[in-house]
């Protein structure tokens, strides 16, 4: 059975820092691109970061870019890593990680490229 199972989300100030990790298991993901997505209440599912399979190339929304830093690690089984700087209130939602063996590079933020989602973690910042 497939799974990506995110951990790390909580209560922090703005300002401070968190690092998300997602797990795969159930099939090897090493060879698959991996993305993080987050959704505030109300709020469309939107684009955060993509790494590719090597960890080579990476995406972030405007939003998020200079804070935020995606990584990998493939030597077991896959596990993808967001590290959440100089967070804001804005940042506040749940972060779900997702996956796909195939996604074109100008389509990395729609999220209906991904096959696999985790269940999400939620991010909270108070002001």
């Known amino acids: 059975q497939v799974q990506l199972v995110e951990s790390g989300g909580g209560l922090v100030q703005a300002g401070g820092s968190l690092r998300l990790s997602c797990a795969a298991s159930?099939?090897?993901?090493?060879?698959?691109?991996m993305g993080w997505f987050r959704q505030a209440p109300g709020k469309e599912r939107e684009f955060v970061a993509y790494?590719?399979?090597?960890?080579?190339?990476?995406?972030y929304a405007d939003s998020v870019k200079g804070r935020f830093t995606i990584s990998r690690d493939n030597a077991k089984n896959t596990v993808v890593y967001l590290q959440m700087n100089s967070l804001k209130p804005e940042d506040t939602a749940v972060y779900y990680c997702?996956?796909?063996?195939?996604?074109?590079?100008?389509?990395?933020?729609?999220?209906?490229?991904?096959?696999?989602w985790g269940q999400g973690t939620q991010v909270t910042v108070s002001s």
């Open positions: 159930g099939r090897t993901f090493t060879s698959y691109r």
């Open positions: 790494i590719s399979w090597s960890g080579s190339s990476t995406y």
């Open positions: 997702a996956a796909n063996r195939e996604i074109p590079t100008i389509t990395v933020s729609s999220p209906h490229e991904y096959q696999y």
